[in-house]
């Protein structure tokens, strides 16, 4: 049986969400505040269009909502399609509180619902391919994680740097180590919007021993979606502005300390690109998302990994705060 979905949001995102569960499912609503965003009505002509969430959600029918309206409205919108018993997944963050999140999760739990958060990297394929790489040990033992995503804008005003940028690379890092950091540092300044945060460095300790970085910014010359991943045998870059080597793997590790000056000597060997399939990260997610509907996989999972993320976010904003 097709599983029937109603999308949530129009804006910047949400067409393309559309156009995957078009696809990939029954996309039987559309749903915008904006009355100029009733055009996708006639470009998905099988789905009702409501600027009425709540109307969606009366549909007795409708098994699944998915979310992409501004962050704010995350918590409250994903809130009420869990009480009206359809399945949920909604964009990141779902929620900027981390009690927000837990909230969400038990509920979410209790009704034996998909609560599934949109982090979109970790159905990249070349994300994938370093999750593979760390657990088959080809790395060694992972010593640190950092991630660099800048760009010069879009400058947000209801959101600062560490939660629209910083989210990704989080998700990322908190999927490839599977540990909660247990210090966080965050450091950062709102130059353009008083109390945006336009550039923000981040550091987390791990309780293996594991550190990360992300340096998170919308005021540099570089754009910048790169994730590097260094263990004691290879060092891995993931690299999302590559057109074709998305990953590159390098031989590269500190051998052993050489008998004068106190000095490491290195070991270097070769470099090479795996070959990464080019699948749509997004037809990915939404595939997954409808697996887990469909009652595959493990619902309880991927609703505890985004809460993992929000916790995460918490934590370094109060340290943003100087909390």
């Not at 760390?134 to 740097?161: D, F, K, P, T």
């Amino acid at each position: 049986m097709s599983i029937r979905v109603g999308v949530a949001g129009l804006g910047h995102w949400g067409p393309n969400l559309a156009r995957n569960f078009a696809e990939l499912a029954e996309l039987t609503w559309l749903c915008d505040s904006d009355q100029g965003k009733s055009e996708f009505a006639s470009r998905y002509a099988q789905a009702r269009w409501t600027a009425s969430f709540d109307e969606m959600l009366a549909d007795p029918e409708l098994d699944a909502v998915v979310i992409a309206t501004p962050v704010p409205t995350h918590f409250d919108l994903a809130r009420r399609a869990l009480t009206a018993g359809k399945h949920v997944l909604v964009e990141k963050p779902p929620a900027m509180l981390g009690s927000e999140m837990e909230e969400l999760v038990a509920l979410a739990q209790d009704r034996d619902l998909v609560l599934m958060p949109g982090h979109l990297l970790l159905y990249h394929p070349g994300v994938r391919r370093l999750k593979e790489m760390i657990g088959a040990g080809e790395l060694g033992e992972v010593l640190c994680v950092y991630g660099n995503r800048q760009n010069l804008g879009i400058i947000r005003s209801n959101e600062n740097a560490l939660w629209s940028l910083g989210v990704h690379d989080l998700s990322v890092i908190l999927h490839l180590l599977d540990e909660d950091p247990e210090q966080t540092i965050a450091l950062g300044r709102d130059f353009l919007t008083d109390g945006v945060e336009d550039v923000v460095f981040c550091y987390l300790r791990f309780p293996s021993g594991k550190i990360a970085h992300m340096h998170l910014s919308w005021l540099d010359p570089h754009k910048m979606r790169k994730i590097t991943v260094v263990g004691t045998e290879k060092m891995v870059v993931f690299d999302d502005m590559e057109l074709e080597r998305k990953v590159t793997v390098y031989e590269k590790a500190p051998w052993r300390p050489s008998d004068r000056y106190g000095e490491w000597q290195t070991r270097t060997g070769d470099i090479f690109s795996p070959r990464i399939s080019s699948d749509e990260p997004l037809k990915l997610e939404c595939l997954e998302f409808l697996r887990l509907v469909s009652g595959e996989g493990d619902r309880r999972k991927v609703a505890e990994d985004g809460a993992r993320v929000v916790r995460a976010l918490d934590l370094l904003t109060s340290s943003l705060r100087g909390s």
